[in-house]
């Protein structure tokens, strides 16, 4: 089937029927999507082809931390492009060397050598690998209240109803408690927690584990955000227990928390650790698992068994370098901690004047609201893994009053790109404020 518009040139609806005609969307019911049509994006904000303008207030999927369309960032990937497109990854590049310097350098404590993947679910996928080939033993332990990926190790590991369909997956992935429960306004004790961990690898045993992987703060799940003393504590277990830890920081990490990566919050540092999205703010695929230098160490003398075509791809690398002096030049990690007590007001003022707004959280640019039926007891405006006719009239709301941001389960996201202005930040919050009235009618009692 020809096209008749010139390339450019398409309307919104052209392109949307284009793209149901001919290419398939992820999570989706394909009869039952309703895409918005995108042509451009600058800073926070997105651009459909009519030029109407959309506040991206969740940096896509929490990914565009430095915002969109930066020159500097397309600069470098242009002139990579025009030197050197791609090496096989035997290949040693000049770009792949100071990038990794550049992590060793910015990572917590020796954590001082990364494996390069394609995005976040091939770390997951690789970390995996490096912790059972590491220890030698197969059992590895996850959370019901996590997301990995949706490739066939990293959806094993994830815990939430996204995995159901993609079972039976690997042997030897056992579930332990969450910090946080559905349904209940407060995280677990971490005395609770802590426990709860300790008893599975009790019941397991602790010689057939291979390491406990978490999401350092839970992203599409609800930004649930440890309290103080859980990471230490499950750092501690593993020590004791000789357990790899594998903090997942593909979304929390790159400043998103008002630290390069989330587990400096608590002084922590995994053994394992997985990052993507914002280590090239998504300008191009990338993704990498770092290592703590023992476990480098010790495949120095044993073979790696893994590995990926495009393994250090050479442009996605000076794109993700470019995106680091990003980070540095403007000072985004230490904007989006200044931000984060600015965001938590604007929750505060939310929660304050909406009875459907249960509770709130964020730590730096990463945040949410929870909105309930009822307040005692505590009743979430949808039933787990469900939505109600309230949450798709709210969401409706934002998409035609220029807000975008994800919407899941009885929950609203607020993570938008680190580069974020007040005034746009208050834009944003102004939105949701007039949705908001459309929760507060549901409210019982």
């Not at 940096?59 to 050197?84: C, F, P, Y």
């Amino acid at each position: 089937m020809s096209v008749d518009v010139e390339r450019g040139r398409m309307t919104s609806a052209e392109i949307v029927r284009q793209n149901r005609e001919h290419t398939f969307f992820s999570w989706s019911v394909q009869g039952a999507i309703d895409p918005i049509a995108i042509d451009h994006a600058e800073g926070v904000w997105l651009f459909t082809p009519e030029g109407r303008r959309i506040l991206d207030f969740n940096s896509q999927l929490m990914s565009v931390n430095i915002g969109h369309g930066d020159r500097r960032v397309i600069d470098a990937i242009t002139e990579q492009a025009t030197k050197l497109q791609f090496v096989q990854p035997a290949f040693a590049t000049e770009v792949r060397g100071r990038l990794g310097a550049k992590l060793a350098e910015i990572m917590p404590g020796d954590l001082d050598k990364v494996f390069f993947t394609l995005g976040g679910a091939e770390a997951v996928e690789n970390a995996l690998k490096l912790a059972r080939h590491y220890t030698g033993r197969y059992k590895v332990l996850a959370r019901y209240r996590a997301y990995h990926g949706a490739t066939m190790g990293a959806m094993t590991l994830t815990g939430d109803p996204r995995r159901w369909a993609n079972e039976p997956g690997l042997v030897g992935v056992v579930r332990y408690p969450d910090t946080h429960r559905w349904g209940e306004k407060e995280p677990r004790p971490v005395e609770e927690s802590l426990q709860g961990l300790e008893d599975v690898i009790r019941y397991e045993g602790p010689h057939t584990i291979a390491a406990i992987f978490l999401e350092t703060i839970v992203g599409t799940n609800g930004i649930l955000i440890p309290p103080d003393g859980y990471l230490q504590g499950v750092r501690e277990i593993c020590d004791r227990y000789g357990i790899l830890m594998v903090a997942d920081e593909v979304m929390a990490g790159f400043g998103r928390t008002g630290k390069w990566f989330a587990v400096e919050n608590w002084g922590v540092v995994p053994d394992l650790m997985t990052m993507a999205k914002g280590l090239t703010s998504s300008y191009l695929p990338l993704g990498a698992v770092a290592m703590r230098h023992h476990i480098a160490e010790k495949f120095e003398s044993m073979m790696f068994y893994g590995g990926l075509t495009y393994s250090s791809h050479p442009v996605s690398l000076a794109a993700s370098l470019a995106t680091i002096r990003v980070y540095e030049e403007d000072g985004l990690v230490e904007r989006a901690a200044r931000l984060g007590p600015v965001m938590r007001q604007h929750h505060e003022q939310l929660a304050a004047r909406h009875p459907s707004v249960g509770t709130h959280r964020n730590i730096g640019l990463f945040g949410i609201l929870d909105l309930v039926r009822r307040h005692e007891p505590y009743t979430p405006l949808t039933p787990f893994n469900g939505t109600s006719d309230e949450m798709k009239a709210v969401g409706r709301f934002l998409r035609e009053n220029g807000l975008y941001t994800m919407i899941s389960n009885n929950s609203i996201h607020t993570n938008p790109p680190l580069c974020i202005s007040e005034a746009e930040l208050a834009t944003g919050f102004e939105i949701i404020d007039r949705a908001l009235e459309i929760a507060d009618r549901a409210v019982e009692g």
